[in-house]
C-alpha cells in the first residue's frame, strides 16, 4: 500500500512513498540487531566521520530540503532554514566535536579500606536498537536530534517518520545512506499508528517518541508490556509571563512569534500568556497590530503557512469557538479558511475565562490567549495551573526578578526574555515534566539518553579470601562492629580505639 504525501500549502500531490507492512517490522529490528554489535565496535572516530560526512551533504542539499519542508510541512521556506536547516548543521556539528568525551568512562575511587584490592570504572554502553517514532511539525530537526546521537553511541536506528511527512522521512534515508552508514544500520519504516504500534512491540532495545500526550501515554502503556524504556517528548500548554516592567515593545514581538511561527504546530510554543494589568491594554494593542500585518500563505514570501491537516485544523477551531462562547473576545483573526487548504487567520484572545478549553489543553495552532494578573505570585500559580510542564517563559527589565519567577515555575525550560529558540541550540536541553514527558533532547543529556550505564570492576587479590566470606563467627560480627566505629565514628579517640581492636579480631577469623 502506498502513503500519498500533500502539500497542506496547496492540496497538491508530492508523491507516494511504499508503507511498511507491521509484519515485517520484527524483521527489521532482527536484521538492525545482527548488525549492531559490528557497528558499535567500529572505532568512534569512523562512526563520527560518516556523520560529518552527512552533514556535508546535507549542507551541500540545503536548499532542496528546505523547499522539500516547506511544500510537506506547510511552513514557510525561512523558518525551514532557521529552525530546521540551521540547528540540524549546528547539532552535527555539536556531537561530532563533543559525543567521544561525554561517552568516555569514568573510573571510580574506591573508598572502603576492605575494597581497595578492586579496580573499577563506569562506562556508557549503547542500548542496542534504537526504535525513532517522530512526528510531522519539524520533519527533519527533530528525528534526526535522536538519530544522529543513537547512531554515533553505538545504536542501530529503526526510524517511523509522520505519515503527514514521509518525503522528507525518506530524504533523511536517503542522505544517511549516501553518507555511507551501512545497510541495516539506519532503517526507515513508513505508515501510521499500525506501523508504529509494531514498532513499540517489535522488541526494540529503547524507545523515542515525540508526540501528542495522549498518543504518548498509549506508546508507554503498550512498550511496558515488555519493560521497554522509553523516552517520551510530549505536548506542552506554554505559559508566558510578563511583568510590569519588560521592554513592551520586545515582549509583545516575541509573543506573537512564540505563539504563530509553524502556524503554532511548535511543542513549546506560547498557547498562554499572562500579563500585568498595569501594561495589559498596551501589550494586547501592541499584539493586535503587529499580528494584522501577518501574512498567510505558501513560499518565501509568507509569515505563516497552512496547517498541516484537518483534524488539527478542527481542533484549533473548536479550541477558539468553546473560548468565545464561555465569554473570551476576539481581538484580532479568528477567520478559518479551509478551501482547499487549512488556513488559520493568527488569532489573538483576551477575557479568556481559565476553565475553557484553550487554557487546559494543548491547542497546537495559531492562537494566542491573553490574561492578566496582578501579583509576581498569582503569575506563578496562573503558569504552574497546568497538566503540562515542557516550558515557560518570564519577560522583564531585571534579569535578577526574571530568574527567581523563573526558578517558581515547574516546567523542564525556564526563559527569560525569549521564547522557543533555545530548542533550536545544541546545548539547549529540551524535555519535560508532569504529562509533557520524560526525555531529554539535545546537548549531554540528548546523547546520554542513547546509553545505560554499566559498571565495571576487576579483583587484583583473586586469590585473596575477603572477610566478609563464610563462614560466619561471633569474631566476625566483632571485627565488623569495630570496623563501623572506625570508619564512621566522628570522635577520634573513639576511632582509634576501634582501629586498636581489630587487627586482633582479624587475626581469629576462619575463612571457608
Not at 538519530?147 to 525518506?170: C, D, Q, R, W, Y
Not at 514527558?437 to 583473586?462: D, F, Q, S, W
Request: glycine share 8%; aromatic share 8%; charged share 25%.
Amino acid at each position: 500500500m502506498q502513503i500519498e504525501s500533500t502539500s497542506p500549502g496547496t492540496g497538491q500531490s508530492i508523491g507516494c512513498v511504499e508503507s511498511t507492512s507491521p509484519s515485517r517490522i520484527s524483521r527489521i529490528v532482527e536484521d538492525a540487531r545482527q548488525i549492531q554489535k559490528e557497528w558499535m565496535q567500529l572505532p568512534h572516530g569512523r562512526r563520527v566521520q560518516i556523520i560529518r560526512e552527512f552533514g556535508r551533504i546535507f549542507f551541500t542539499r540545503k536548499r532542496e530540503i528546505a523547499d522539500l519542508i516547506s511544500r510537506e510541512n506547510g511552513k514557510p521556506v525561512v523558518e525551514a532554514y532557521a529552525s530546521e536547516i540551521i540547528p540540524t548543521l549546528d547539532m552535527i556539528n555539536y556531537y561530532s566535536k563533543k559525543s567521544r568525551r561525554i561517552l568516555r568512562h569514568r573510573n571510580v575511587k574506591i573508598t572502603l579500606p576492605l575494597l581497595r584490592t578492586k579496580k573499577a570504572w563506569v562506562a556508557k554502553e549503547p542500548y542496542g536498537v534504537v526504535g525513532i517514532i517522530s512526528p510531522w511539525n519539524y520533519p527533519v530537526l527533530l528525528p534526526l536530534g535522536q538519530i544522529v546521537p543513537a547512531l554515533l553511541a553505538g545504536n542501530t536506528v529503526v526510524f517511523k517518520p509522520s505519515e503527514f511527512t514521509p518525503i522528507v522521512g525518506e530524504r533523511i534515508s536517503e542522505l544517511l545512506q549516501e553518507a555511507g552508514v551501512p545497510e541495516n544500520v539506519f532503517n526507515i519504516i513508513q505508515g501510521g499508528s499500525e506501523v508504529g504500534s509494531s514498532l513499540v512491540s517489535s522488541g526494540v532495545d529503547k524507545l523515542f517518541f515525540t508526540g501528542s500526550t495522549p498518543t504518548g501515554r498509549r506508546v508507554s502503556e503498550l512498550a511496558a508490556r515488555d519493560l521497554t524504556p522509553v523516552s517520551l517528548e510530549l505536548g506542552g500548554k506554554d505559559a508566558m509571563i510578563v511583568l510590569d516592567d519588560a521592554h513592551i515593545e520586545s515582549a509583545a514581538s516575541g509573543a506573537i512569534w512564540g505563539a504563530f511561527m509553524n502556524a503554532g504546530q511548535t511543542c513549546v510554543s506560547i498557547e498562554r500568556c499572562f500579563v500585568h494589568e498595569k501594561i495589559y491594554d498596551q501589550f494586547v494593542e501592541l499584539t493586535r497590530q503587529k499580528t494584522k500585518e501577518l501574512r498567510l500563505g505558501s513560499g518565501i514570501e509568507t509569515d505563516l503557512g497552512a496547517m498541516i491537516h484537518r483534524a488539527q485544523f478542527d481542533v484549533v477551531k473548536r479550541h477558539v469557538e468553546d473560548a468565545v462562547q464561555r465569554g473570551a473576545r476576539i481581538v484580532a483573526g479568528g477567520i478559518f479558511s479551509d478551501n482547499p487548504a487549512h488556513f488559520i487567520q493568527p488569532t489573538i484572545l483576551t477575557d479568556v475565562p481559565v476553565n475553557s478549553t484553550i487554557m487546559n489543553e494543548e491547542t497546537f495552532g495559531p492562537v494566542l490567549p491573553i490574561l492578566k494578573f496582578g501579583s509576581d505570585e498569582e503569575a506563578v500559580s496562573l503558569a504552574n495551573g497546568s497538566r503540562f510542564g515542557l516550558s515557560v517563559s518570564v519577560w522583564t527589565g531585571s534579569r535578577k526578578r526574571g530568574l527567581a519567577i523563573a526558578k517558581k515555575l515547574h516546567a523542564g525550560a525556564a526563559i527569560v526574555n525569549d521564547a522557543i529558540s533555545y530548542y533550536g541550540m545544541s546545548d539547549g536541553i529540551v524535555g519535560g515534566v508532569k504529562q509533557s514527558g520524560n526525555g531529554r533532547v539535545h546537548g549531554r543529556e540528548g546523547l546520554l539518553e542513547m546509553v545505560y550505564t554499566k559498571y565495571y570492576e576487576i579483583e587484583r587479590a583473586p586469590r585473596l579470601k575477603k572477610l566478609w566470606w563464610y563462614s560466619y563467627s561471633t569474631d566476625m560480627s566483632s571485627f565488623f562492629e569495630s570496623a563501623t566505629d572506625f570508619l564512621f565514628a566522628a570522635n577520634f579517640l573513639y576511632k582509634m580505639n576501634a582501629l586498636l581492636k581489630l587487627l586482633p579480631k582479624y587475626l581469629r577469623i576462619k575463612k571457608i
